[in-house]
């Protein structure tokens, strides 16, 4: 299996613009996770799917992130404009049931703002 | 709330053994986690442990589990170079089946 697999690997990108960060879970797993990575905040749970619905949005900080799961093996997290805030690194890791199963992370998505 | 908690920084020398501590909150968590984070990498689940357990050897890994305390501890024998990163712990909410993770403890191994 190629585990979980993220694109783009880097991305720059002036405050304003639109940004979407891809993930392709493992194959036949039932949930999906985004998390963002600062170092000022550690590792931050975004939001979550189960089977494609989302479960759990808390973790989105403000309206300008969205997230979609339109089919098991794809999903999108967007940002819509970018801040200078928003640089970090966003993982998107995935699971076979979800409570108490192991998570596969990506290896994540370089994102910075200018 | 849901709180897990690590020390932040340790150095050790190589062959030595290292102890990496956590303190967690929900005392309903399931599962317990010990996650590895190389440098530009994603985090790579290195061991866990089931609650009902008390400790869990693979390798040169070992997990200790006080559920009393509410302490984890991961050791790792002859600690070696490549064992530098950082090292995330994680409990499984109870509630909600998510991943609540530490901040994370930098190993710092010297030659």
């Known amino acids: 299996d190629a585990g979980v697999i993220q694109s783009p690997r880097h991305e720059v990108t002036e405050m304003g613009q639109e940004v979407t960060l891809r993930c392709k879970p493992i194959?036949?797993?039932?949930?999906l996770f985004w998390y963002r990575q600062t170092m000022m905040r550690g590792l931050e749970l975004l939001i979550y799917f189960n089977n494609n619905v989302p479960i759990d949005d808390s973790g989105m900080p403000e309206d300008r992130f969205s997230a979609k799961m339109p089919n098991a093996s794809f999903s999108t997290l967007k940002i819509q404009p970018s801040e200078p805030r928003d640089s970090a690194v966003y993982f998107c890791?995935?699971?076979?049931?979800?409570?108490?199963?192991?998570?596969?992370f990506g290896p994540g998505t370089r994102l910075l703002v200018l | 709330g849901e709180d897990v908690e690590q020390s932040l920084f340790l150095s050790v020398r190589e062959g030595d053994s290292s102890v990496i501590n956590c303190t967690y909150t929900d005392s309903s968590s399931t599962y317990l986690y010990w996650y590895k984070q190389e440098p530009g990498a994603g985090l790579q689940l290195l061991t866990y442990?089931?609650?009902?357990?008390d400790m869990k050897q693979d390798q040169r890994l070992t997990v200790l589990l006080n559920k009393k305390d509410k302490h984890l501890s991961l050791r790792i024998a002859d600690t070696q170079t490549g064992d530098s990163a950082i090292y995330f712990c994680a409990e499984s909410s109870s509630n909600t089946g998510k991943l609540i993770f530490g901040q994370g403890t930098t190993l710092q191994v010297k030659p």
């Open positions: 890791a995935s699971s076979l049931l979800g409570r108490g199963e192991t998570q596969y």
């Open positions: 442990i089931f609650s009902n357990m």
């Open positions: 194959s036949g797993h039932d949930y």
